[in-house]
Every structure is written in structure tokens, then in C-alpha cells.
């Protein structure tokens, strides 16, 4: 195995101590998937992980690779999307010397370099036609010849590769190689969104607050009831990315001990925006206040002196909106 420069030692250490034990959830269906990963991890079958951005496509990869026979082996990744066929050529399988214009040295490819470990192919669905053929031979029979080399080079590394993309369709719509795609699909594991486990909302904010407590020299010890309530209600179409992503800039802009609804840098949409196109909603700030306003009284079981914390407003304030809404009646 080549052992890592200075620069990117810590980064290798890092991944290298990622294990199914960091994969938070209490998702039956995450729970389910982690399982089925877990067994496949002592074998060397090829792992087919499908899910939106941002699900953990990698963490898993990473999970398995760690739990293998491999596991002291290079974990090598690529993304296939957005690079020219030439570069991306070079990149898989590498290039000789003098192969083309820029090239000055022998690179070894990704394949080379997973040697003994795993090459996990990261949108695999945009491997052009010419990509899919020579990735197919590589796979199947672990040789493969460097760009402008004639020398056919074995590589024993095991394949793990992802895709946001249903794979499916992009077969049948002539993108996609149907033999590489039984190649790659000995075992499917599919990432649900965050929106459809939001029973994870909750412990992955914990997670995320311990991380960059660590990383910002922090004490934050959490959100607030109305914020995690606000979180919830979101959809989080960037998945778990966008959670941390959200995490880690409000911690690094505020000072005190709780995260409140007002120190997020963006505000979450919560509007359903079917019912912004019902003549009959109204959609008045006064209206938004009063439904807030009640939420949070039934949410302390109408403790107003702890709700008007909440709230972060008077006490005889709060009573005058109470008073205004006719909230008591």
C-alpha cells in the first residue's frame, strides 16, 4: 500500500476510521441496508450503491472497504461525471509516456493505483460508451492496457460503484452498457433520502455539532425545540450534505450555547407551495404569527413564561398576543 504524504495524512487517517458504526440512523430501511452492506463486506462481490446526492453513497463505499479483507489496502475513488473521455481515459487506466501532447511521465490510472484495495466508482452513470467498454474489461477480467502502453497490466482491486441515476432507465434508453450493469449490479444498495427517514434528523444534528464543536473550538450543546421542529418540516433535497453543510455555517457564525431558529444562515423554506396557489390561503404575516404563536404554547403545554423564552419575547408581550389573537378562547 503507498503510504500517504504529510499533506494528506490526516485526511487518510480520517478515512481510514470510518466504519459502519459512524453511519447514523434510526431508519429501519438504513438499518436494513446497513445489514445487507455489513455481509457483503468479507466477499469480494461487486456493490452497486443508488441514492440522490448527498445520502452517504460514499460513506458507505468507505464502510465497506474498512470492513474487508481490504481494509489495509488503498481505497481509491474517481468521479466519472463531467470529464472529457481523454482525461477521464487517463485517469481510470492511466497513460505512457509521450501517450499524447501533455504527457511528459507515466501516470499509473485509478485502476493501478487500487491495487489490492477497492476502486469505488463514483457516477458511474456518466461513463461515456467508449469509458463503459473499457471499464467492462477491467472488471471482468482485471486487465487493462495504459493510454498509448501495449502492455496489458492486472489489477486485483474490488469495484464499488455509485450513481445518483436509475440505472435502469438509462439502459434501456441506450446510455448505459446492459453487460456492465449486471457486471456492476451483483449487490444493489439503495440509499433512501433524508426526507424519507426523518427519524434521522434528530441524531445526525447531534453528530454534526459534536463534529465541529471539536473543529471550532466550541460548546454548542444543540438546537432549539421550535428550530428542530422547523428542520423537521424541511425536505432537504441535498439530502445529509445539506444538513451538515447547514450545521457547519450557522456554528461557525454564532456565539452562544443553543442554535436558534434566527441564527440559521438562510431561511428554510416551509411554506407548501401547493398551498400558495389556493386563492382561499391566507398567507398574511399576522396569520403566520398566530399559527407560530399557538404552536408554541401547545408545544410547553401553554407555559407561557417558557414560551415567550421560546419565543424570545416578553412575557407581557406574549400576553398581549395571546390577548390580540384571542388565542384563549
Known amino acids: 500500500m503507498k503510504k500517504p504524504t504529510k499533506k494528506n495524512s490526516h485526511k487518510f487517517q480520517e478515512e481510514s476510521k470510518v466504519t459502519f458504526d459512524n453511519i447514523v440512523t434510526r431508519s429501519e430501511e438504513m438499518r436494513s441496508v446497513i445489514k445487507t452492506a455489513k455481509k457483503v463486506s468479507s466477499s469480494d462481490v461487486t456493490v452497486l450503491i443508488t441514492g440522490e446526492s448527498g445520502t452517504g453513497k460514499e460513506l458507505v463505499a468507505r464502510a465497506i472497504h474498512n470492513n474487508s479483507p481490504r481494509k489495509d489496502g488503498p481505497f481509491v475513488t474517481v468521479n466519472c461525471a463531467g470529464m472529457p473521455d481523454t482525461l477521464l481515459e487517463s ?148 439530502n445529509v450534505r445539506e444538513l451538515k453543510s447547514l450545521i457547519r455555517s450557522t456554528m461557525a457564525l454564532i456565539g452562544r450555547d443553543v442554535i436558534w431558529l434566527e441564527d440559521l444562515p438562510f431561511k428554510i423554506e416551509l411554506i407548501d407551495e401547493k398551498a400558495i396557489h389556493r386563492l382561499d390561503q391566507d398567507l398574511s404575516l399576522k396569520i403566520m404569527e398566530q399559527e407560530h404563536i399557538l404552536k408554541v404554547l401547545n408545544f410547553t403545554d401553554w407555559n407561557k413564561s417558557k414560551a415567550a423564552n421560546l419565543l424570545k419575547i416578553s412575557r407581557p408581550t406574549l400576553d398581549k398576543k395571546i390577548k390580540e389573537y384571542r388565542l384563549e378562547t
Not at 504527457?103 to 461515456?128: I, M, P, Q, W, Y
Open 91 to 238: 485517469e481510470l487506466f492511466g497513460h505512457e509516456k509521450g501517450a499524447y501532447t501533455d504527457a511528459t511521465s507515466t501516470k499509473k490510472g485509478r485502476f493501478e493505483l487500487a491495487n489490492e484495495g477497492t476502486l469505488f466508482l463514483d457516477e458511474v452513470a456518466d461513463l461515456s460508451p467508449a469509458a463503459q467498454a473499457k471499464t467492462l474489461r477491467a472488471v471482468e477480467e482485471k486487465e487493462f492496457e495504459r493510454v498509448g502502453g501495449e502492455e496489458s497490466i492486472y489489477t486485483n482491486c474490488r469495484i464499488i460503484a455509485a450513481t445518483n441515476k436509475d440505472l435502469l432507465t438509462e439502459l434501456r434508453e441506450g446510455r448505459f452498457r446492459e453487460d456492465l450493469y449486471y457486471r456492476l449490479h451483483e449487490v444493489p444498495l439503495y440509499l433512501p433520502p433524508l426526507r424519507e427517514r426523518k427519524e434521522d434528523i434528530s441524531p445526525l444534528i447531534e453528530l454534526f455539532i459534536k463534529e465541529f464543536n471539536t473543529k471550532f473550538a466550541k460548546k454548542i450543546e444543540g438546537v432549539s425545540n421550535v428550530t428542530l421542529a422547523y428542520l423537521m418540516r424541511h425536505d432537504w433535497p441535498g
